[in-house]
Nanobody, 123 residues
Framework: QGELVESGGGLVQAGDSLRLSCAAS????????VGWFRQAPGKEREFVAA????????NYIDSVKGRFTISRDNAKNTVYLQMNSLKPEDTAVYYC????????????????WGQGTQVTVSS
């Protein structure tokens, strides 16, 4: 059993920054890879960023590279997504997910999903 809770979303203007947090109530959280996904209105959910168990491996979708940074603090059971230079096309509900083991498992067999946090970027 476990739970992921996202926070930090909000309404901002283009060019602003937000930091999303994903707080995990998961036993042995340090053995989980964690990812951020987003779903815009009328679109399918898409992968945004992921971080591996030790925090050394990270992946990003091309459209956020250089603007978003994913990090983790295993002592706090929390993963962060720092989002800079936000664009209107970043508007979506952002979800975090966790998968035990390899980062690749996030897109196939995640064990946990959060409820999501809304990010709205106005032009």
């Amino acid at each position: 059993q476990g739970e992921l809770v996202e926070s930090g979303g909000g309404l901002v203007q283009a060019g602003d920054s937000l930091r999303l947090s994903c707080a995990a109530s998961i036993r042995a959280f340090s053995i989980y890879s964690v990812g951020w996904f987003r779903q815009a209105p009328g679109k399918e959910r898409e992968f945004v960023a992921a971080i591996g168990i030790g925090g050394l491996i990270t992946n990003y979708i091309d459209s956020v590279k250089g603007r978003f940074t994913i990090s983790r603090d295993n002592a706090k059971n929390t993963v962060y997504l720092q989002m800079n230079s936000l664009k209107p096309e970043d508007t979506a509900v952002y979800y975090c997910a966790a998968a035990a083991g390899n980062i690749a498992l996030l897109t196939t067999t995640p064990s946990f999903w959060g409820q999501g946090t809304q990010v709205t970027v106005s032009s």
